[in-house]
Nanobody
Framework: QVQLAESGGGSAQSGGSLRLSCAGA????????LYWFRQAPGKERERIAM???????EYAASVRGRFAVSVDYPTQTLYLQMNNLRSDDTAMYYC??????????????WGQGTQVTVSS
């Protein structure tokens, strides 16, 4: 069982930066595969980042080179650093976790989401 809660969303200008946090609770957080997803109005949910407990990270082409995930295991916090923001980054952002260390690509646990709005 993993419980997740996102924070840090808000408004930013194009070219700016924002950092999202995902506070985790549960014994599985330090071992399970972790994710960031986003969903913009009228679009399907998009997986933008995946991170294993061994530090391997994979990013969607839409954010690669601009976004970076990191994890602080002692505080059970997952971060998403977003740089060089663009207007098409505007979306609801969600963190997620698998039920095990194996990365299925589809999380078993989700946070409630935090809104990011980027203006030109």
């Amino acid at each position: 069982q993993v419980q997740l809660a996102e924070s840090g969303g808000g408004s930013a200008q194009s070219g700016g930066s924002l950092r999202l946090s995902c506070a985790g609770a549960g014994s599985g957080f330090n071992t399970n595969c972790l994710y960031w997803f986003r969903q913009a109005p009228g679009k399907e949910r998009e997986r933008i980042a995946m991170r294993t407990n061994r530090g391997f990270a994979e990013y969607a082409a839409s954010v690669r080179g601009r976004f970076a995930v990191s994890v602080d295991y002692p505080t059970q916090t997952l971060y998403l650093q977003m740089n060089n923001l663009r207007s098409d980054d505007t979306a609801m952002y969600y963190c997620g976790a698998d039920a095990s260390e194996y990365c299925s690509g589809s999380p078993n646990y989700w946070g409630q989401g935090t809104q990011v709005t980027v203006s030109s």
